[in-house]
């Protein structure tokens, strides 16, 4: 059941991150919108992961304001993440979903189907009784998109999704992502795949050194990017 109010849009205000002395996000302004896909690229240790914590609502700014629809400190009941190493329950896979779906309050005759589903939707048929965490990489990552789509999020923030799938998983994913995207879950996801975030990207966030320092267009970011940062960064230079 949804709840009549929204987290969209999510808007980050003047956001600063400061672990010590160190600045991992520099007055960060931006807004995620309702709407298809938003990418988040840039070079390692640009700030892409901790701008997808911040924006769920998992790490408080140093400086600057964070609103869900217009509220501070919204519990993320409509949000969920997938992070790149995600971290298995010591239970089946279908008891890792079994829990989410407890987490939300489903109803426990509906739990046996939804996990089916969701098994089935992540290409996980048939591996519900396997542990977890003897499960490979990439199926874990598959298993946390199950696990994150059980709660039926209404922002779904992703962080590297198919770093660790082969081509063949990485395009099915991108599928289930794409069926997720048209039942109106605003994604919110990080990628160093440039295939992907060309794929799948309505909009694109470029980061750099703990800034935002290009909005746009999927299309327009990729044929006709404005900073140099960016031009270099999709020709390859830009390491940091
Ligand atoms: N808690 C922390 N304490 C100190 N430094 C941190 C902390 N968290 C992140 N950092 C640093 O902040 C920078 C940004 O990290 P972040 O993980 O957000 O980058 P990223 O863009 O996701 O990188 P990657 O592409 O490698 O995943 C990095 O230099 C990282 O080492
Ligand atoms: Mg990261």
Do not use: C
Request: glycine share 8%.
């Amino acid at each position: 059941m949804r709840a009549a109010v929204s987290d969209l849009p999510i808007s980050l205000e003047h956001v600063d991150i400061r672990a010590n002395e160190t600045a991992i996000l520099r007055d960060v302004s931006l807004r995620l919108t309702p709407g298809p896909p938003t990418v988040l690229i840039g070079p390692n240790g640009s700030g892409k992961t901790t701008l997808l914590r911040v924006a769920m609502g998992m790490l408080a700014p140093s400086a600057g304001r964070v609103t869900w629809g217009g509220r501070e400190g919204v519990a993320p009941l409509r949000r969920a993440i997938v992070f790149q190493r995600p971290v298995m329950l010591r239970r089946s896979a279908a008891a890792n979903i079994e829990y989410a779906l407890a987490s939300i309050g489903a109803a426990r005759d509906e739990w046996p189907r939804r996990t089916l589903e969701l098994l089935a939707l992540v290409g996980l048929a048939g591996l519900g009784n396997r542990p977890a965490r003897k499960l490979s990489g990439g199926e874990q990552q598959r298993l946390a998109l199950a696990r994150a789509l059980a709660r039926e999020p209404e922002v779904l923030f992703l962080d590297e999704p198919t770093a660790a799938l082969d081509p063949f998983s990485t395009k099915a994913i991108e599928d289930v992502l794409r069926t997720v995207a048209a039942r109106n879950v605003k994604l919110v996801m990080s990628t160093h795949d440039l295939g992907e975030a060309r794929r799948l990207a309505n909009e694109v966030m470029f980061m750099h050194r703990g800034r935002v320092i290009e909005t746009g267009s999927g299309a327009a970011f990729f044929s006709n990017p404005k900073t140099d940062e960016a031009r270099r960064f999709l020709g390859g230079e830009l390491l940091v």
